[in-house]
């Protein structure tokens, strides 16, 4: 609120004015119309000279007294003023000074929820990345004991096809063995029956021996029926012989013949396994390749969902960078806005104390020129007065 100085009247004058006459009350406009009317003999011409220069003299000095006490109201005045604009001007700079804290922790608050933010999407790309890896190692682990089963498999396959073949080797060795002893056997038989037919022979031979001692006297004939008996008998031993020879042969070439095709069958059972393992190793590589594409396919999925994410991320917080400065900026203008209206408030009352101090100095001149003129019309009076006293 604006504060103003009440100065007082011209009352003081009309108090001088009376003191100046003693016994009555006269006002100043009565004294100078009447002078003489009021000399009623009670003072002397120089003693009423002395007591109306003392008046005038008390006049001027309460005058000046009174315009000193105008000056230190008026400084005071000035100095309430200057003091309540420094407490004005304070109390905005205070304002000012809470209104850009307010601003700057409101600033620091919005940084920190970004930065806050920026940490949970951080955290959460981390921890995408972390379930990725952790499904990228699962999936290979996954491959991995794919891959370990598959070769336990092939290798039990393998053992199974060695073990099958390993019994079909022993198998057939056992058979070899069996048709090589049953060989022998026949041999030895063969042998048997020759050793039983050379024995019989020599026992022919040892009864024809004694039947031709016996018989020496029945002559030659029967010797040679004896003999063409004989030879007829070795030669159908000879041809028995050679007939079971064949047939041995023929068995032994049987048997050959029949491991040969247990050997091509065999050597055609391993053809197939081996082809039937390579189609398996095929299949496997296959599907090794299948689940290979299908992981590279699922990464490039999440890498570009990432990417997706991260970008939208990424403009969201532009925008609220965007927003943030957008926000500053207001504030700076609104601060602005602010430093002028108090810059055209502190204008303001800079202008009207300026118009306060020339009403004042203009007041000042005024009552100046009101008390001079009053001196004047009292030297004057005083003067007439004299001239009237004198006539």
Same mark, same amino acid.
């Given at each position: 609120?604006?504060?103003?100085?009440?100065?007082?009247?011209?009352?003081?004058?009309?108090?001088?004015t009376?003191?100046?006459?003693?016994?009555?009350?006269v006002?100043?406009?009565?004294?100078e119309?009447n002078?003489a009317?009021?000399?009623?003999?009670i003072?002397?011409?120089?003693?009423?000279?002395?007591q109306?220069e003392?008046?005038?003299?008390?006049?001027?000095?309460?005058?000046?007294?009174?315009?000193?006490?105008?000056e230190?109201?008026?400084?005071?005045?000035?100095?309430?003023?200057?003091?309540w604009?420094?407490?004005?001007?304070?109390?905005?700079e205070?304002w000012?000074?809470e209104q850009?804290?307010r601003?700057?922790e409101?600033?620091?608050q919005?940084?920190?929820?970004?930065?806050?933010w920026?940490?949970?999407?951080?955290?959460w790309?981390?921890?995408?990345?972390?379930?990725?890896?952790k499904?990228?190692?699962?999936?290979?682990?996954?491959?991995?004991?794919?891959?370990?089963?598959l070769?336990?498999?092939?290798?039990e396959q393998?053992?199974?096809q060695? $073990? /099958? +073949?390993?019994q079909?080797? &022993?198998?057939l *060795?056992? @058979?070899?063995d069996? #048709?090589? !002893? =049953? %060989?022998e056997?026949q041999?030895?038989?063969?042998?048997?029956?020759?050793?039983?037919q050379?024995e019989?022979g020599?026992?022919?031979?040892?009864?024809l021996?004694?039947?031709r001692?016996e018989q020496?006297?029945?002559?030659?004939?029967?010797d040679?029926?004896?003999?063409?008996?004989r030879?007829?008998?070795?030669e159908?031993?000879?041809?028995?012989?050679e007939?079971?020879?064949?047939a041995l042969?023929?068995w032994?070439?049987?048997?050959?013949?029949q491991?040969?095709?247990?050997?091509l069958?065999?050597?055609k059972?391993r053809?197939e396994?081996? $082809? /039937? +393992?390579?189609?398996?190793? &095929?299949a496997l *590589?296959? @599907?090794r390749?299948? #689940?290979? !594409? =299908? %992981?590279?396919?699922?990464?490039?999925?999440?890498?570009?969902w990432?990417?997706?994410?991260?970008?939208?991320?990424?403009?969201?917080?532009?925008?609220?960078?965007?927003?943030?400065?957008k926000?500053?900026d207001?504030?700076l203008?609104?601060?602005?806005?602010?430093?002028?209206?108090?810059e055209?408030w502190?204008?303001?009352?800079?202008e009207?104390?300026?118009q306060?101090e020339?009403?004042?100095?203009?007041?000042r001149?005024?009552?100046?020129?009101?008390q001079?003129e009053?001196?004047?019309?009292?030297?004057?009076?005083?003067?007439?007065?004299?001239?009237?006293?004198?006539?």
């Open positions: 609120m604006d504060k103003v100085l009440h100065i007082p009247s011209d009352s003081k004058k009309a108090i001088i009376q003191e100046i006459i003693d016994g009555e009350v006002s100043q406009s009565e004294l119309q002078p009317s009021h000399n009623n003999g003072f002397g011409e120089e003693e009423l000279t002395e109306m003392s008046a005038i003299e008390k006049a001027k000095e309460e005058q000046e007294k009174w315009g000193e006490q105008v230190l109201a008026l400084e005071k005045w000035r100095d309430e003023q200057l003091e604009g420094e407490q004005q001007d304070l109390e905005l205070k000012r000074d850009l804290e601003q700057l409101q600033g620091k919005q940084e920190l929820a970004l930065e806050k920026r940490d949970a999407q951080l955290e790309g981390e921890q995408q990345d972390l379930e990725l890896e499904w990228r190692d699962a999936q290979l682990e996954w491959g991995e004991q794919q891959d370990l089963e070769e336990k498999w092939r290798d393998l053992e199974r060695l $073990e /099958q +073949g390993e079909q080797e &022993l198998a *060795e056992k @058979w070899r069996e #048709q090589l !002893e =049953q %060989g056997q041999d030895l038989e063969l042998e048997k029956w020759r050793d039983e050379l019989q020599e026992q022919q031979d040892l009864e021996e004694k039947w001692d020496l006297e029945q002559g030659e004939q029967q040679l029926e004896l003999e063409k008996w030879d007829e008998q070795l159908r031993q000879l041809e028995q012989g007939q079971q020879e064949i042969e023929k032994r070439d049987e048997q050959l013949e491991g040969e095709q247990q050997d069958e065999l050597e059972w053809d396994q081996l $082809e /039937q +393992g390579e189609q398996q190793e &095929l *590589e296959k @599907w390749d299948a #689940q290979l !594409e =299908q %992981g590279e396919q699922q990464d490039l999925a999440l890498e570009k990432r990417d997706e994410q991260l970008e939208r991320q990424l403009e969201w917080g532009e925008q609220q960078e965007l927003a943030l400065e926000w500053r207001a504030q203008e609104w601060g602005e806005q602010q430093e002028l209206a108090l055209e502190r204008d303001a009352q800079l009207w104390g300026e306060q020339l009403a004042l100095e203009k007041w001149d005024e009552q100046l020129e009101r001079l009053w001196g004047e019309q009292q030297e004057l009076a005083l003067e007439k007065w004299r001239d009237a006293v004198e006539r």
